[in-house]
């Protein structure tokens, strides 16, 4: 596909009480800052960290494989900011974006500890599923989460989600292969 006919994400976009915009190099600072301050909040639902995994040079590298994606029409990262201050409140992606007869893309979330459980990522799940479905003309949208992780699924069904089935050792999270439950929204027709 010629580049100028892929679809690319505006800079930033409006939820309620968020926006979203791709990550930029001056977000290393408060990116790895709320990564630290919320690591043991996040490690049980996430891939290991590697080493290094919130030094500037791997924030470098992040963001360089995010423009890859983005080029290739694969992924949209989005960090979250609350709009009454700007401050950083996790991260939201599309990503596994397929084409063809599928038109379907997989998101994936967190929070940092801070701002957990008030309305954010909702608003900015929300906000993703408008672009995904108005702005890349998406048909289908999947996301997982574990089955201890009533939040995470809670949130998917409050944003219009159906579960539809079960993984076994799905993910390798924290370690270890993990099961998972599995969700799927269809565009509004």
């Known amino acids: 596909m010629l580049s100028f006919l892929k679809p690319r994400p505006p800079p930033r ?10 990550p930029r190099p001056h977000d290393h600072k408060p990116w790895a800052a709320l990564r630290l301050a919320s690591r043991d909040f996040l490690e049980p639902w996430e891939p290991t960290w590697p080493e290094g995994d919130l030094t500037r040079p791997a924030f470098r590298a992040r963001l360089a494989a995010y423009a890859r994606e983005m080029e290739l029409g694969e992924a949209y990262p989005f960090f979250i900011f609350r709009q009454e201050d700007d401050a950083l409140v996790g991260a939201v992606r599309l990503f596994h974006v397929r084409r063809g007869v599928a038109q379907t893309g997989t998101i994936g979330y967190w929070a940092g500890q801070p701002f957990a459980r008030q309305g954010y990522m909702r ?4 906000t993703l599923i408008r672009f995904a479905f108005q702005g890349l003309n998406l048909h289908r949208l999947e996301a997982a989460c574990m089955p201890e992780n009533d ?24 370690g270890d292969w993990r099961d998972h439950r599995l969700f799927g929204l269809i565009a509004p027709e």
Do not use: M, Q, T
């Not at 608003?123 to 929300?126: K, Q």
């Not at 069904?157 to 050792?169: D, H, S």
């Open 151 to 174: 939040a995470s699924a809670n949130l998917l069904v409050k944003c219009g989600f159906l579960e539809e089935g079960y993984a076994r050792a799905y993910l390798k999270i924290n």
């Open 13 to 22: 976009l409006l939820g309620r009480k968020v926006y979203l915009r791709p």
């Open 123 to 126: 608003d900015a799940v929300e």
